[in-house]
């Protein structure tokens, strides 16, 4: 893992794995066509010797192909994250997550670049029948676009590492948090709080509980399987890690914490039922044992996660005017 | 259940299901790009008043609509089914099933269509962990692009079945056999013998163990459970079946049984290995408790499976020369 090549490299989560690889001392190109991603996160990177940025889109497979020559490791993190509203354009999330996923193996083949580490989501569990939720768990039902689309990602890596020997690491992701980040429920209620301190609403009933994981965890997490070179010892060549942490929270504790750290007392208002939104998962809280076991554990607890995100929202609110 | 599009009408199963939904008195749009699918197969069934066919590729979205409108059931059964060559071209199962199962559901969703019964495999278990192998098996790790790819399909139909109110049947096949059958073991085995009865090549080591299952059973399980409206009852609008015997045979069994109805004795020659190819699954046997709890159970077993799929063979060498 020497010249790495990062797709959605101005995202949130991508950023912060360029920098984090590039104080490492690894070379990166990153690959990002901005339609959500934020140049203003690549700032210090562009500063960078190692760093080269090609602003492209995943659905045009020869520019993919030829920005991935040279590397020899790829991080697929780019998709369309949007999972509330997906139901709204069907197209999008099977675009850019299922045919995204499927230039970027086709782009690794033509390049001959082998080792892949892939953002999947604890989603693609549906609505799980074990919980703590076990990498093994049963095979579940999808309840969203976006959840089936990473599970086709995940398939595919499968079939291209047993296919192909490619080296695989899928990663299903509880909701992180931190730095950058730029979507969710904080991003929301902090927006809420911003333009009407007084009255926050709130999807669902509150009691939805979630898992939430700090980004700088979660980078962590991702370099110490693949450092350590674990799916070359595995069956098939490619392991399979829930990423989060060993809590969960309910929304309304979230709520709790974001109003203790801003100093304000909103009235709650809520949408009700037990769902957010069609297909919003009322539990989501993963096991993490496997990742453990591999010598991981995060720094920051979800307050902790919560509450560094919001230091960061307030210090950088020219977030909220690119996104509409 | 009275107006039925079929994809993949003019194959193997596509044909067969023409004629016993046409026998029930439905009507029935039979759609089918006839790249593997054999116009006289739907012979008979052009001759009935309530049958069109309509030539089409499911990539094709605005026709592939056009054709379905008026429609209230849709079998989805075309599919790129060349397992053992997927890695020569990826893009394959990737277009023909992947691309084309959407193509299907937003057709569908164009339409007004909710009801989708979906041929998936029991490919999508990898190699399973646990033998018989029921539905709800620990997530499993996919080893063919073609497993990956009906397990894309899968997880959409899921997603649409939640998010759109679809009705959704997924059928988890073992390899069907019976009178069209033009691809497989038996087909192949049955072409060598016809070119050299006295030699006879086989991939792997001959113990691979396999499950079949008789393309009439197969049939009646899917109408069985559509029919009674078992989705419906379902949490999430989807029912998941295997379809299968309760039995498997050896590679060796079934050369067996294929000699000894022709009255040959051929020198078996074996390529070696427990896997015919990469990604064959040397074990495949699917547990079938749900779908005869449905109230299902197969006619024929797999040897006179075997027996009717080399009668009809022999009385039809012409799909021979369709097939290179």
Redesign the interface.
């Known amino acids: 893992m020497q010249n790495i090549f990062i797709t959605g490299a101005a995202g949130f989560i991508g950023s912060s794995l360029v920098d984090r690889l590039l104080a490492d001392g690894k070379g990166v190109v990153g690959w990002d066509n901005l339609s959500t991603g934020q140049e203003r996160f690549l700032e210090g990177a562009r500063q960078h010797p190692k760093f080269r940025f090609i602003r492209g889109d995943n659905l045009d497979l020869d520019s993919l192909s030829s920005a991935m020559k040279g590397c020899d490791t790829v991080f697929h993190l780019a998709a369309n994250a949007d999972v509330r509203f997906?139901?709204n354009h069907?197209?999008k999330d099977?675009e850019q997550n299922?045919?995204a996923t499927?230039n970027v193996?086709?782009a690794m083949?033509a390049n001959g670049v082998k080792t892949i580490a892939f953002s999947s989501t604890g989603s693609v569990?549906?609505?799980a029948s074990v919980i703590p939720t076990p990498?093994?768990?049963?095979?579940?039902?999808?309840?969203?676009?976006y959840?089936?689309?990473k599970?086709?990602g995940?398939?595919?890596i499968?079939?291209?590492c047993?296919?192909?020997s490619f080296e695989g690491y899928v990663f299903r992701f509880v909701s992180i948090l931190g730095e950058r980040y730029t979507h969710g429920h904080v991003f929301d209620f902090y927006k809420q709080l911003t333009e009407h301190p007084g009255h926050l609403k709130v999807l669902g009933d509150g009691t939805q509980r979630k898992s939430y994981l700090y980004v700088q965890d979660c980078l962590a997490a991702m370099l110490q399987v693949m450092n350590a070179g674990l799916a070359l010892k595995a069956?098939?060549r490619?392991e399979?890690f829930n990423l989060g942490t060993d809590h969960y929270v309910q929304v309304n504790d979230s709520i709790r914490y974001i109003c203790s750290a801003l100093g304000l007392k909103p009235r709650l208002e809520y949408t009700g039922g037990e769902r957010g939104w069609?297909?919003d998962n009322p539990f989501i809280f993963l096991e993490t044992k496997k990742i453990r076991e591999a010598g991981w554990k995060p720094a920051l607890t979800i307050e902790q996660g919560i509450g560094r995100t919001l230091q960061w929202l307030q210090a950088n609110r020219w977030v909220y005017e690119t996104r509409k």
Chains 1, 2 share one sequence.
């Open positions: 997906g139901l069907p197209k099977f299922t045919v499927f193996l086709e083949r569990y549906g609505e990498e093994d768990h049963p095979f579940p039902v999808q309840t969203s676009l959840a089936a689309s599970l086709s995940e398939g595919m499968h079939a291209y047993e296919g192909y069956r098939h490619v399979v069609i297909g």
